[in-house]
Each structure stands twice: as C-alpha cells, then as structure tokens.
C-alpha cells in the first residue's frame, strides 16, 4: 500500500480551476462551508480517466475553498480540522491527505493539493463505481461532494474487465 500512495502522490502537479459550486453540497439547514472541487486520475502520470482495470491505481484529487472561493492551505485547515475522505459504494473510503504534489526533490513547479490513492485488486467487480468526498471540520460542518451526473445514474468511473493477453507468436 505505501508503494501505491507513493506512486499516487509523484502525480505531476496541477491546478483546479472550476467555476461553480457543482455537486459541492453541506449539511441540512447549514449554509456551504466549503467548496469542494475533486477528479479521478491514472497514479504515476496524472491524468485524468474514468475507466480502470485490476491492477491499476485510481488517485482522486481534490481542491477545498471557502465559501467566496479561496483556496485554503496548510495553516487554514490545521486551525480548522479539516479532514477529507472519498467513500465508494461499497463504504470503502480512501482517507485525503493535503500536500505538495510532486513531492520533493521532483522540480521544478509544485502545487498543493488534496489526494488519495486507491488500489485495484485483481478480483474486483466491473461496472461503475459511484464515489464521493466528504469534506468535515471540528465545528462540525459537513460538505459533500459528487462528480457531476454521477445521480442521474452517467458512468463517471468504471472499472473494466483486464483484456486477456494475447498469445506470443
């Protein structure tokens, strides 16, 4: 497992930028604490894809803003409690770390950003995969966030039969 989180977290650095709050949703009856931007990429050259085989490794990376869409960092969510984590239909969950993506001594640009990495083993179910992130903090704000189309039942990430390898010739 620590292979794969090493893996996931030498993901080439990026930065989110989407308008809106899409699919970033709080509690009953709390205004939005935060907003939560998050996509699914392939571990080791990060870029983006819904379709992944056993064998493979899913890295979901994420961005959380305050409600006027500011990026918070290190100092903010220590002093906040904030705490991130992707559940998946089966109530697997995949704690989010906050850090600098690539990890150093891999220049030259760096980011900062929440990730994640999730292993596919060899005998897991194909079909979709519904997942969320839930964004908490210690005053007990709750935000939810879900790929958008994911509810009305689109594929936003499948987990495929492996091809058989072909015979050698």
């Not at 993506?101 to 079909?127: I, L, M, R």
Request: one cysteine or more; glycine letters at 8%.
């Amino acid at each position: 497992m620590k292979l794969w989180t090493s893996l996931a977290i030498a993901c080439i650095a990026f930065a989110m930028a989407a308008p809106g709050v899409a699919g970033a949703q709080s509690a009953p009856g709390k205004a939005l604490a935060y907003r939560v931007f998050a996509d699914v990429v392939a571990a080791r050259i990060c870029i983006p894809r819904n379709t992944f085989n056993p064998g493979d490794t899913i890295v979901w990376r994420a961005e959380i803003q305050d409600p006027a869409g500011v990026r918070l960092l290190d100092a903010q969510i220590k002093a906040l409690g904030i705490q991130a984590v992707v559940t998946l239909k089966d109530g697997t969950k995949i704690p989010l770390k906050f850090g600098i993506h690539p990890p150093f001594p891999n220049p030259p640009a760096t980011d900062t950003y929440w990730a994640g990495a999730y292993f596919v083993k060899g005998d897991h179910p194909t079909g979709t995969l519904p997942w969320t992130v839930t964004v908490t903090d210690a005053a007990g704000n709750t935000v939810n966030f879900a790929p958008i189309g994911q509810g009305n039942g689109l594929s936003v990430l499948t987990i495929a039969e492996k091809a058989p390898a072909l015979p050698k010739s």
